[in-house]
């Protein structure tokens, strides 16, 4: 099973740095999710470490580029774009195309559109395919040569609710093979559900990378609700351990601490809890956190 190793990425247009050094691992038996604003250089990223675009730095899997793997589709499967197929050519023989020139067996063809439930469809013309039936081809192309490794861009784009829960299970599964699956996404409550470490860019830039519990607990958005008659007593002792508090009658809301830290210092004050509860950012908070100063448009207030 393929490590995929991405060092010095980098990639300018004109005087405008798309992707600028970036460096990541992408461990096999995992999914690692890579997250950042509209514009912030993910399929560019993509895009250099398939060797689809010249730039700086080098990605190899278990050690080997791309570009010198002699079947490339039997050890990555890719999807960057959405219906990347001649619109007339039937689905089955656009298959049919693609592993023949990898020296795939042609029943790998039906066996990959009966895995993505296009099996009814295979004389269908991908012209004709909603976006969700064309996502699905393209993931059957990637699937094709039953690769050790997965980069996937947006791959949900299109597919109803349905057909994002069917994608979850599939990749988790292949992921659990001892496959390395790198996948975008702008569905981030989808993505928290998915994902086991995280690539976030934002201005091609390095923002986090790690598992998805560290990135969510490093955010401040996240704080713990105390309930307590003695607030009195406990607010100068949360203030000397350099907690943000804030006050809404009994209720105070605790930033900068852990719940551990505050019932000690309750403790030692004398203070009463009725209440201790740690809300936990979520994903979307915790990103939107990490990427504010990186987005590239922001809409005006009316």
């Known amino acids: 099973m393929a490590l995929i190793e991405a060092r010095g990425l980098g990639k300018s247009y004109g005087q405008t740095r798309a992707v600028n050094d970036l460096s990541f691992t992408v461990r096999p038996g995992s ?77 790998r063809v039906d066996a990959v559109m009966a895995l993505v439930g296009l099996e009814t469809v295979t004389r269908g013309k991908p012209g004709k395919f909603s976006l969700g039936m064309g996502q699905r081809l393209g993931i059957a192309c990637a699937l094709l040569g039953d690769p050790h490794t997965l980069i996937l861009d947006e791959p949900s784009n299109g597919l ?11 990749l988790k599964h292949l992921a659990g093979e001892g496959r390395s699956v790198f996948v975008s996404s702008h569905l981030l409550q989808e993505m928290g559900v998915l994902a086991d470490e995280l690539v976030v860019i934002g201005r091609g830039r390095m923002l986090a990378n790690g598992p998805v519990k560290d990135f969510i607990q490093h955010s401040t958005i996240g ?66 956190e990490a990427t504010g100063l990186s987005e590239e448009f922001r809409g005006g207030q009316a």
């Open 31 to 107: 999914v690692t999710g890579f997250l950042g604003p509209n514009g912030s250089g993910k399929s560019t990223t993509m895009r250099l470490m398939l060797g689809l675009d010249r730039g700086e730095g080098v990605t190899t899997f278990d050690g080997v580029r791309f570009d010198e793997l002699e079947h490339p589709m039997r050890h990555v499967g890719a999807l960057l774009e959405a219906k990347p197929f001649h619109p007339t050519r039937h689905a089955r023989n656009h298959l049919r195309m693609l592993a023949a020139s990898n020296d795939i067996p042609t029943s």
């Open 160 to 170: 109803d609710p349905q057909g994002i829960q069917w994608l979850r299970t599939l």
């Open 223 to 288: 704080a713990v609700e105390v309930r307590t008659p003695d607030g009195a007593l406990l607010q100068p002792a949360l203030a000397a351990l350099g907690a943000q508090v804030t006050t809404d009658g009994g209720l105070l809301t605790v930033r900068g601490a852990t719940a551990e830290q505050i019932g000690d210092a309750a403790h030692a004050a004398g203070a009463r809890l009725h209440q201790l509860v740690t809300r936990q950012a979520t994903l979307e908070q915790a990103f939107l």
